[in-house]
């Protein structure tokens, strides 16, 4: 099989030795930024969502890291409003940001780009049995109808009339930008700013391009500075404001300044890489991001496309020997084998005793389905496709 890496290149930083810094709270909040606009912000560093109230409906925008938390999101909107969930936009096509699309759609429209939608399309056998296992106390709506089945996309941008409120969809092109898009309240000076949007934390760009690359974001940061957001909700992290956007293209000219002088001095890419270092932004999260951005910008300065490599799904069965991070990461016994390192994406298609990462438990006995891209190293673990799981 062949792939791009998007659905398994964050195995290896789940395993990377670097240190993390946690920027939000050991607890979802819910705060209000404006007059009938909320933000959901994750829990340490977790996806952020965005609520838009109106006298017609809700608009959700992204839903949340895994089911626990989507449930809570939901919870938090019927605490302020009796409307019901009318749209649910997807600013960027990852897991922790879609996976919660089940628990509002159907009745709820689902608003993608296109390039999101074609994505969907091509993944829809996988998606649509992933999506109904997700939220069991659906199973009703979603027997007939599946979420992806009430997606509405768009090419250029969109804007949403609903209620007396103006929320513009912008996408910026680029030939490596997946279809991420940001979410504009003119009205109000809100904006979720999708990828684009980091805040405190090291981005997540990788060499295979499924989360763009850093001249597109640079393009994207552009086009959503020259707007002025009074606040910003990143995808990540605690709620800022514009002057984010620009320490955000600072930060990417800095990386892209230093890869370009160690390519000048004939530096060899693994050098690059494992030399990189991004120590002026010292407490942001996720510093074993340092890697995977180092090679995507030397790539593009190179002016190579997307890194693409075989992978191969295979499967496994043992014991969980060890969980870390809210059952993302564990360490599995295999019997017969060595220890096997597996991560649990928001995609992981979780049956048996657990219906979600944060059920499982050290001593459950797995069958486990996962992706091996070829030249990885596998003690790194792997992203986990599918796992049946008994006590």
Do not use: C
């Not at 449930?71 to 879609?98: A, E, K, M, W």
């Not at 940061?221 to 995808?235: G, H, Q, S, Y």
């Amino acid at each position: 099989m062949k792939l791009r890496l998007s659905a398994v290149f964050a195995f290896a930083l789940a395993f990377a030795p670097h240190a993390a810094f946690a920027v939000t709270g050991d607890k979802a909040e819910f705060r209000k930024l404006a007059e009938d606009v909320y933000a959901f912000v994750g829990k340490r560093n977790d996806a952020n969502a965005l609520v838009v109230v109106t006298a017609q409906g809700v608009v959700l925008v992204d839903t949340g890291n895994n089911p626990p938390e989507t449930r809570l999101l939901q919870n938090f909107i019927r605490s302020v409003t009796d409307q019901p969930v009318r749209y649910v936009v997807i600013t960027q096509n990852h897991g922790d940001h879609t996976g919660g699309t089940p628990l509002f759609a159907p009745p709820a429209n689902v608003i993608v780009h296109e390039r999101v939608a074609k994505d969907w399309a091509a993944w829809k056998p996988y998606q649509i049995k992933s999506w109904r296992k997700r939220f069991r106390e659906r199973s009703g709506a979603l027997k007939d109808v599946d979420p992806i089945d009430t997606a509405l996309s768009f090419r250029d941008g969109m804007t949403l009339h609903l209620g007396g409120k103006r929320i513009e969809l912008i996408y910026v092109d680029d030939p490596h930008n997946p279809g991420d898009i940001a979410v504009w309240l003119p009205q109000s000076g809100v904006m979720h700013a999708g990828f684009a949007g980091y805040l405190e934390r090291h981005p997540d760009i990788r060499p295979d391009y499924s989360h763009g690359t850093t001249a597109g974001m640079l393009k994207q940061l552009d086009a959503l500075a020259a707007l002025k957001p009074k606040v910003l909700v990143p995808a990540h992290g605690p709620i800022g404001g514009a002057k984010d956007l620009q320490a955000l293209k600072d930060y990417l000219l800095l990386a892209r300044g230093k890869v370009r002088a160690m390519m000048a001095k004939g530096q060899s890419l693994e050098a690059i890489t494992r030399t990189f270092s991004m120590s002026e932004y010292p407490g942001w999260d996720r510093e074993n991001h340092f890697e995977w951005l180092a090679e995507t910008v030397h790539r593009e300065l190179r002016g190579a496309g997307p890194q693409i490599v075989p992978i191969a799904e295979k499967e496994a069965k043992g014991t969980i020997a060890q969980l870390e991070d809210e059952g993302r990461r564990l360490r599995v016994k295999r019997d017969p084998g060595e220890d096997l390192r597996l991560r649990i994406t928001a995609d992981t298609d979780i049956d048996g005793a657990a219906s979600d990462r944060s059920q499982l438990k050290v001593g459950m006995k797995l069958t486990a389905k996962y992706l091996v891209p070829e030249g990885f190293n596998a003690a790194l673990g792997y992203d986990v496709t599918e796992m049946v799981v008994t006590p």
